[in-house]
């Protein structure tokens, strides 16, 4: 089960994996699924990138949880600067799961 790195284009596993955006205390932007070196949000603070490793964020419970995170970002009144953004990469994980409901050997 691979994904491709936003960043650098090679193949990315789930276990190197991570989907990673930005949170500059108001509003969210650059959702990513990258290698964890090559998050590669340079135009912010460095303490304004979160995190969670493709590990979590493509099992239920962790994409159970990041929905909840989500929600509790709006429940603050944040706003979402990359509405594509964050669509693209809940689908692309979306399929992960759902493939590996299919095969759960992979
Ligand atoms: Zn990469």
Redesign the pocket.
Known sequence: MTFI??????E?TIEEGTLSWVDDGNSLRDFKI??K??QDHHDCEPNHVVYIHLRMATGLVGYMKLSEIMADYWGKGYTLDDVNGLKRVLNLIGVCIWKKSKNPAS
Request: hydrophobic share 10%; with cysteine; net charge negative.
């Open positions: 790195c936003d960043t650098c284009g090679n990315v990258t290698h070196d090559d």
